[in-house]
């Protein structure tokens, strides 16, 4: 599945950049490298290197100014402030889940109804991929994988408004969700409801497909409030 291959490639530039920037080989402050060169010492494409410094920006790890180039974050000084950010903002994040919450069942109801066995195919290989993402604790790719199951039904309702909703929707809090994936409460929760929205959908079941994917939804609400929660008593 291409899908996969391009996921598990964006996985390994993140990890790989992520290390060198822990290890202290790029210093805080420091512009990376054109993107074309970039490109050639990591054998990538510029998709794959976009995506993963999207990824690497989510994370903390750098920092990405328009017009400008590429940049190492100071990392530390940043994930230790990103909570403050989150509490913040907790009514946006409500925002947020209310229109997934509006948004991604209607697209559901259209997904099942186009369903085809190739692209139910596609989900399960996603889906097979999370799983060992669960298992590996891989929060970088965690983050990835349960975009791209998300992003795929979505595609698969064909209505192109709600799909540009969504993927505002994905690079407006991406970071959040990059820390969400941190915990491991979050991403263990989502995995037994993935799996039974693929059951549902191969069973060609709109409704309990809708309705697993509004208990999903409730769940990741219920997570984020308790992290939101634990983060104003710290």
């Known amino acids: 599945?291409?899908?996969?291959?391009?996921?598990?490639?964006t996985d390994t530039v993140v990890d790989t950049i992520k290390e060198q920037i822990i290890m202290g080989t790029f210093k805080a402050g420091e512009k990376f490298a054109p993107e074309a060169a970039l490109c050639k010492e990591l054998d990538v494409s510029r998709p794959t290197l976009r995506?993963?410094?999207?990824?690497?920006?989510?994370?903390?790890?750098?920092?990405?100014?328009?017009?400008?180039?590429?940049?190492?974050?100071?990392?530390?000084?940043?994930i230790e402030n990103s909570k403050?950010?989150?509490?913040?903002?907790?009514?946006?994040?409500?925002?947020?889940?209310?229109?997934?919450?509006?948004?991604?069942?209607?697209?559901?109801?259209l997904a099942v109804e186009?369903?085809?066995?190739?692209?139910?195919?596609?989900?399960?290989?996603?889906?097979?991929?999370?799983?060992?993402?669960v298992d590996k604790k891989d929060a970088a790719q965690l983050l990835l994988l349960d975009e791209a199951f998300h992003e795929e039904i979505?595609?698969?309702?064909?209505?192109?408004l709600l799909i540009n909703i969504s993927k505002s929707l994905v690079n407006l809090f991406r970071q959040f969700r990059?820390?969400?994936?941190?915990?491991?409460?979050?991403?263990?929760?989502?995995?037994?409801?993935?799996?039974e929205i693929l059951?549902?959908?191969?069973?060609?079941?709109?409704?309990?497909?809708?309705?697993t994917l509004i208990r999903h939804l409730q769940t990741i609400e219920s997570d984020m409030h308790a992290l939101l929660g634990t983060m104003m008593s710290e």
């Open 1 to 9: 599945m291409e899908q996969i291959k391009r996921i598990s490639l």
């Open 51 to 78: 995506e993963a410094f999207k990824v690497l920006e989510a994370m903390g790890y750098v920092e990405l100014k328009s017009g400008k180039g590429s940049f190492v974050a100071d990392w530390k000084k940043k």
């Open 84 to 109: 403050p950010l989150f509490v913040a903002n907790r009514a946006t994040f409500q925002e947020y889940i209310q229109v997934r919450q509006g948004i991604e069942p209607i697209a559901m109801r």
């Open 114 to 133: 186009k369903l085809t066995d190739e692209k139910y195919r596609e989900l399960e290989a996603i889906h097979s991929a999370f799983v060992r993402a």
């Open 154 to 160: 979505m595609k698969l309702s064909g209505n192109k």
């Open 178 to 195: 990059a820390y969400t994936f941190s915990d491991s409460g979050v991403y263990s929760n989502a995995l037994p409801y993935h799996t």
């Open 199 to 211: 059951k549902q959908m191969k069973e060609r079941n709109v409704e309990g497909s809708v309705n």
